[in-house]
């Protein structure tokens, strides 16, 4: 979006919040603001890369929008504390209604973010102080505003206005160093080592992961934008904390939770898509056929129904994977549905799932273990799960398609999964497909051999 349509867009959203907050009795009581207002487009025009306000933009599949920036609420995680601390702090919150927590765990909970992601803490959510949301379809949003206490009408103009700020349209200056990217000899190099772990029967599958990175060439509306258009059936997600953001396309859902339903996504197994719609029916036959995604596939099912077992009741799962079909990839998929126990809510799913063997590998503990000590990166955030979050419902997605973004450089991941016969150079291939979403999205411009 041009700089003059954002800051008129500003201006409009900022005049309609005002006019609210004077109609409403809210003078010195506090509690939300809440509006509809005409939006033509979609809310990632409220997104840019130079914002300093934590922010967040979800479009899941289903085409529900929601950007959120300012914060209302935050609850981060630091170094030493663990699931039951994070639940302890939730229990503690209450958000307005309609307010939701939108955040990230990372990969490894018990391994804090180091390297590119050391600017973040070990989890990351927050309500937004402004929050918007649009249907599929509709050409309104519903606002929902939170005033700084005791604040009047210019208070609240000079509040919305620094909230919907952005610096610049440049990349700032600063820039990151991020480390050198894999190439193919070191990536097939913890492919051989991965390989051995297995015939020595320390691990059944571990998923070896890669990252490239590169100048990020397009401005972040314009990048949701693609990602929502090419793949409608993921999430497409970012989240800024401190001016960086985690950017992804996510087609794994973890874990959902309404009331006491909960579903749960089984994705490992990968294909290309085909060149036409034979060869896409040949490879999508090879997928459902081959010996080594099954396995691959069966150690996330079992994993799944394993953990689900302590936390719920009537666990059904799909009769065998159906496939995913995706721009860059196709998938094998089975979905696993269950009756939460009372008491059971997101973060307790997470913790028993997260990260499934289709991120880290089986057993589930000794892979996580093994990816935190021989990937040579810190994951972060790649492969974690981002989420959104009210009264213990909500739902998290593996942080997969994505890309960490910092002064307009971007480290974009992607992992297989190894298992006995896989084979370096298909896991290669395999994971350039992967890295398709974000390199497009992002107009990545890589260098290499810095
Ligand atoms: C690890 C990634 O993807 C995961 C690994 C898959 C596989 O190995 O077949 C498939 C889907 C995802 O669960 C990634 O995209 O980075």
């Known amino acids: 979006m041009s700089v003059m349509a954002h800051e008129a867009l500003r201006q409009r959203l900022s005049a309609q919040i005002v006019e609210a907050f004077s109609a409403s009795a809210h003078g010195q009581t506090g509690g939300p603001i809440r509006l509809r207002v005409p939006f033509e487009g979609s809310l990632a025009s409220l997104a840019h890369w130079n914002r300093w306000e934590p922010a967040v933009y979800s479009r899941p599949p289903g085409g529900e929008e929601r950007f959120g920036v300012g914060v209302y609420r ?3 995680a630091s170094a030493d504390d663990d699931w039951e601390d994070l639940k302890v702090r939730f229990a503690q919150e209450e958000l307005p209604q309609g307010l939701f927590w939108f955040g990230a765990i990372p990969f490894d909970f018990h391994a804090p973010p180091l390297g590119l992601w050391a600017a973040w803490p070990k989890s990351i959510w927050f309500a937004p102080r402004l929050y918007l949301k649009k249907s ?8 929902l505003y939170m005033p700084p206490r005791g604040a009047d009408e210019m208070d609240v103009r000079t509040d919305v206005i620094d909230l919907l700020d952005v610096h610049g349209d440049g990349a700032p200056a600063a820039r990151p160093s991020f480390e050198q990217p894999e190439d193919f000899p070191r990536f097939r190099e913890k492919i051989y080592r991965a390989l051995r772990a297995i015939a020595q029967g320390r691990l059944n599958k571990v998923v070896v992961a890669r990252f490239v990175t590169g100048r990020v060439t397009r401005p972040l509306d314009e990048a949701l934008a693609a990602l929502a258009a090419q793949y409608p059936d993921s999430h497409v997600f970012a989240l ?15 874990c959902a939770i309404h009331g006491p339903a909960v579903k749960v996504d089984c ?20 997928l459902v056929s081959s010996a080594k995604n099954a396995r691959e596939h069966q150690a996330v099912v079992d994993h799944v129904l394993r953990a689900l077992s302590g936390l719920c009741d009537e666990v059904e799962k799909e009769a065998g994977p159906s496939v995913l079909k995706l721009a860059n990839v196709q998938h094998l998929r089975t979905r696993v549905v269950g009756r939460a126990r009372p008491g059971i809510g997101l973060l307790d799913l997470a913790q028993a799932l997260h990260p499934t063997p289709a991120v880290a590998g089986t057993p589930q503990r000794e892979a996580t273990t093994y990816v935190t000590a021989h990937e040579g990166w810190p994951r972060g955030y790649y492969a974690g799960a981002f989420g959104i979050y009210a009264e213990g419902d909500g739902e998290l997605d593996v942080c997969l398609r ?22 370096p150079a298909a896991e290669w291939e395999e994971s350039e ?3 398709k979403p974000m390199r497009e999205a992002l107009g990545l411009r890589e260098e290499v051999g810095r």
């Open 74 to 76: 935050r609850l981060v």
């Open 136 to 143: 599929a379809g509709s050409d309104e949003a519903e606002v």
């Open 240 to 254: 800024s904390w401190q001016g960086r953001w985690l950017i992804s396309a996510s087609p794994e859902r973890l």
């Open 267 to 286: 994705l490992a197994g990968t294909a290309r898509r085909g060149r036409s719609e034979d060869e896409d029916t040949v490879l999508e036959r090879e």
């Open 402 to 423: 994505s890309a960490f973004v910092d002064g307009g450089e971007a480290a974009a991941f992607a992992g297989c999964g190894i298992v006995e016969g896989s084979d």
């Open 433 to 435: 497909l992967k890295l």
